[in-house]
């Protein structure tokens, strides 16, 4: 791995630009990563610099891999298979589920809305759909929180 020095700034402040000898994009394409903020599953995406980043469209964040140790940290648990799992306690797991079942009831009335007789689109269909499907499948993990909940009592 090689970097490059240069001076910034003012203060003549150093700053390190890692120029990094990218693992095998395959290692971190697609698989999955915690959001920090909701703890939904995100896959990892190769930048076009060959770094991992991974964003969460629900929380609007974007996470950034560009440390050398970082990313090396990252390759190590993806090469091991270490579970990356947040816990949250059932009751707070609970609470952003139905927050995450809210939008997308929200956003799946919204597409509805529009879809029309006269103005069909097909593809809104398929967005719906997909929204539906994703519906069931939030509600299905409330349940399991709600069981985790029942079994810590």
């Known amino acids: ?6 001076r910034d700034g003012p203060e003549g402040r150093r700053q390190r630009y890692i120029m990094l000898i990218a693992p095998d994009p395959s290692k971190f394409s697609g698989k999955p990563f915690p959001c920090p903020v909701c703890n939904m599953e995100l896959p990892l995406k190769i930048s076009c610099k060959g770094k991992p980043y991974c964003t969460c469209l629900d929380c609007g964040i974007q996470i950034f891999f560009r440390g ?3 990313i ?38 919204h597409l509805e809305d529009k879809q029309g007789f006269f103005n069909h689109d097909r593809d809104r269909d398929e967005v719906i759909e997909v929204l539906g499907e994703e519906i069931k499948r939030v509600r299905k993990t409330l349940q399991e929180a709600k069981k985790d909940g029942e079994k810590q009592k």
């Open 68 to 70: 050398q140790e970082g």
């Open 72 to 109: 090396a940290r990252l390759h190590k648990i993806i090469e091991s298979e270490e579970a990356v799992v947040l816990e949250f306690s059932a009751p707070a797991r609970a609470l952003f589920l139905y927050k995450r079942l809210q939008g997308l009831k929200r956003q799946k009335k």
């Open 1 to 6: 791995m090689n970097g490059t020095v240069r």
